[in-house]
């Protein structure tokens, strides 16, 4: 060993290595925080990553574990039987380190350490918190409640339990034509038809609510509503980000494969698999279908920014490790392991080790594009129709191009007096090929005339359908393991020190999180012919039904989009610094529920939507007492008001204009973007789609991370640079102006206007009738009655009721749930 520092900087590292005191129960975090960096200041010398003398190596906890030619180096929660601690005592001969000796206090502290950790039979920490969330759900009995009319199942009696036990009372029943908005909206993202409306209020069958529920659960409509919530998770966009902001052109087959999944009800467990190993599945002979959508189902993997043009591809390689790593641990798993890239976890017993035992998982993905044949649900026929259409365009193109080309040059021949051999043509056609794009700034007097702009045009159209032919070929926007023997070996995955590429650390294994799993033995990796099996390795242990935390995640997921706020309402933090849940109990019944149920997503909905919770009304007699004991409603003592979402509410203003476009699938579409924002960009043109291609649903337009819809920005649509858990719900001016008089609201008022006319006639009474029926589901109070009918014969005809659509679309009932 090499020479001690000096007893005050020692103790000093120690004191600092000391002070996270949550760690203090996680063994694998206690070497890291208290031990390893007094071996790493005195024993490195001899025992160093490098040099191991005696066999014995300090560059882990595991390597102390393991030990030399004596024996192991440490018993965890036993300091006097450690090895270590023997030789560094003295009990040993000879004492470590060689010629001098540890002060007597930094003994004392390595001493406190290692007794402090837990014995190996269980390594995971010993907080309340941790130890509930690492234990496998269990249903505990049900709550006795009083009330017991007001449970309608389960889920009822937990709630019930805990608001009796404060001495609350729940919210009344909400009235039928809330529930059906609430419903509709939930499931299937658009408000209810006043037919519709009318036929629930009036049905009086004790089941019409459950029939209701599996109606909407039903229509292909609820997995375009709920593909929308996952993409939001997932950062989906369909380019990369950066100042290139490079096109992904076949990425709207995930966002496809998001909807199909939801709408089939593929067990969660199956979805899990496919998104992060969809290409090692162990099928002997999937159906050709089944291997194209597991291969597209990777799309999960690339959705992250890449910086295409980055001047370091090894720092650009890591960087997609170090994302999808995190992304991966946060979205299945509700842990921010992301926050130990760098180091040890501040608050959560997740060691930097672990981060890079979870990033070997990846460590032979690499980035690709595969041949995966349409499916029958993306209508493969019409895809290579439109392929081969647009073949034709593109060759189309290229010779206007040329044509185009050859007038400018003929035209700068003309206007210098040159012939087509000189050298001032040569250099003209050289520049115009290399940097057309800046080529106009040398300021000749051509580059105003229209030979100029009719070049550049043709030279946008060729770039904009060769984009467009890209979209349609069969390939998955997916990843691919790279396995000898197309290459040496795996790569190895390096701990980083302090997260730097320079600063490579000790060489870890594919492992599990430790504080889950309970071991740091690496992971047992299946054979998965032709791939690493290591993706695979990783996606059953996240979704087997032991995995303590998978399906609490995902179903406190689905509760928070019913209920507006999660059970854990940090839903992609389950840890220290997220926020504990107010009905554990609850959430525990809901994942066993969930994986009894076979991982159905669908299943969750009819528990939770047939709950007399979910049913309850926004309002409450007691209000201003129960905000004052209870102001976050954590308790539901009555349901939370939830605004429209972006896409919803621009959904909704096409839908009740009778303009709404149905169609499904496809690639994405091109909104009509402000001319600033459609000509700001250098890489790409922004050409946008057919009006009548514009007026599809809003999870189908097409998603540039550096073109984002001026309307949805302003009403708070998820960043698609990061996995959003959870959008921000703000009130600001713009929304106000974009509601009063923004281009959409104005367009659409006038087509609801007409479709009143067509519906409801001439007749002001019932055109007030059904524009109050279509927009709010109901008829207008009598205030409101007078009050328009005073409007419309000021205005009378289709400008009036566009003024009046204007106000109903303003009001707060129709941006907020009821």
């Known amino acids: 060993m090499r020479r001690h520092l000096p007893t005050s900087i020692s103790l000093l590292a120690v004191v600092l290595v000391l002070d996270p005191p949550v760690m203090t129960q996680d063994n694998a975090a206690v070497f890291s925080f208290q031990i390893a960096p007094v071996l790493q200041t005195n024993c490195a010398g001899c025992h160093g990553g490098s040099v191991a003398q005696g066999g014995f190596s300090i560059a882990s906890f595991d390597s102390v574990l393991r030990g030399g030619k004596h024996g192991s180096g440490l ?23 060689l010629g001098s000796q540890l002060p007597a206090e930094i003994i004392e502290q390595l001493a406190q350490a290692i007794n402090g950790m837990r014995p190996l039979t269980d390594a995971r920490p010993a907080d309340a918190h941790w130890e509930w969330l690492l234990t496998k759900p269990k249903a505990s009995p049900l709550p ?16 019930l339990g805990k608001l009796e036990q404060k001495g609350l009372l729940p919210a009344p029943p909400a009235s039928r034509r809330a529930l059906i908005r609430r419903l509709y909206f939930d499931l299937i993202g658009l408000p209810p038809s006043p037919e519709e409306v009318k036929q629930f209020v009036e049905d009086h069958d004790s089941a019409a609510w459950d029939k209701l529920i599996d109606r909407l659960l039903a229509d292909p409509r609820y997995g375009e509503r709920w593909g929308r919530h996952w993409l939001d998770v997932v950062r989906y966009a369909e380019s990369d980000g950066f100042a290139v902001d490079t096109e992904r052109p076949t990425a709207w087959r995930y966002r496809d494969y998001v909807i199909r999944s939801f709408n089939s009800d593929k067990p969660y467990d199956l979805f899990i698999k496919e998104q992060l190993a969809g290409d090692e599945l162990r099928d002997k002979q999937p159906a050709e279908g089944a291997r194209s959508e597991r291969l597209v189902a990777l799309g999960f993997l690339r959705m992250a920014t890449w910086e295409a043009d980055a001047t370091s591809k090894q720092q650009l390689r890591q960087d997609f490790l170090n994302e999808i790593t995190g992304t991966t641990a946060s979205v299945f798993l509700g842990l921010t392991a992301g926050c130990s890239q760098c180091h040890n976890h501040k608050y959560d017993p997740i060691p930097q080790r672990d981060f890079y035992r979870l990033q070997a998982f990846f460590a032979a993905t690499g980035v690709d594009e595969v041949p995966a044949p349409f499916i029958e649900a993306e209508n493969p026929r019409e895809m290579k129709r439109l392929y081969r259409h647009y073949e034709d365009e593109v060759e189309l193109a290229k010779e206007e191009l040329e044509r185009r080309k050859e007038q400018l040059k003929m035209r700068f021949m003309e206007s210098k007096k040159l012939k087509a051999d000189d050298a001032a043509v040569t250099e003209f056609l050289r520049e115009l090929n290399v940097a057309n794009a800046f080529f106009q700034e040398r300021g000749d007097p051509i580059f105003k005339e229209d030979v100029w702009k009719n070049y550049l045009s043709a030279k946008d159209k060729l770039q904009y359908l060769n984009e467009h032919l890209q979209r349609y070929r069969p390939v998955a926007y997916a990843v691919k393991d790279l396995v000898p023997p197309d290459v040496p070996g795996i790569p190895a995955t390096h701990l980083l020190v302090a997260g730097e590429l320079s600063s490579k650390g000790e060489e870890t ?6 504080c889950i799993s309970g071991t740091s033995e690496p992971a047992k990796i299946p054979f998965a012919g032709g791939s690493s099996g290591r993706r695979l390795a990783l996606a059953e242990w996240i979704a087997s039904p032991e995995n303590p935390l998978t399906p609490r995640v995902m179903v406190n997921r689905i509760w928070q989009y019913h209920f507006g706020e999660g059970l854990v309402r940090t839903a992609s933090d389950f840890g220290k610094n997220g926020a504990h849940p107010a009905h554990p109990e609850l959430l525990d019944w809901l994942a066993t529920q969930f994986v009894e149920r076979k991982w159905s997503i669908k299943a969750m909905h009819r528990l939770m939507l047939a709950s007399s919770a979910y049913q309850q009304s926004t309002a409450h007699p007691e209000w201003k007492r129960y905000a004052d004991l209870d102001p976050d409603n954590e308790l539901l003592w009555r349901m939370n008001w939830t605004r429209l979402d972006a896409e919803v509410l621009r959904d909704t203003l096409l839908l009740l204009s009778g303009r709404l476009n149905p169609a499904r699938g496809g690639p994405g579409v091109f909104f009509q973007a402000p001319a600033d924002v459609a000509e700001g960009f250098e890489f790409f043109k922004w050409f946008p789609s057919s009006p009548e291609q514009q007026r599809r649903r809003t999870i189908y337009t097409f998603q540039r991370r550096s073109v984002v819809n001026p309307m949805l920005e302003v009403f708070d649509v998820a960043n698609m640079n990061a996995s959003c858990s959870r959008r921000n719900v703000t009130t600001v001016a713009p929304q106000a102006l974009t509601l009063m008089n923004g281009e959409l609201t104005n367009r659409e008022a006038i087509h609801f206007a007409a479709r009143i006319l067509r519906e409801a006639g001439k007749d002001p ?32 005809g289709a400008e009036g009721l566009a003024h009046l659509a204007v106000v109903l679309f303003n009001l707060n009932e129709t941006l907020y749930l009821e």
Do not use: C, H
């Open 509 to 514: 294994e594919p492992g599990f999180l430790q």
């Open 144 to 159: 006795a409640v009083k009330d017991a009319g007001w449970v309608r199942n389960p889920v009822d009696a937990f709630v």
């Open 75 to 97: 018993t965890p929660g036993s300091a006097s039987q450690s090895l270590l601690m023997q030789y560094v005592r003295g009990e040993k001969i000879p004492r470590m380190p």
């Open 765 to 796: 009474e019932r055109q007030l009738e059904r524009a109050f029926r279509l927009v709010l589901s109901r008829p207008p109070s009598e205030t409101e009655r007078e009050q328009s009918l005073k409007m419309l014969a000021r205005f009378p």
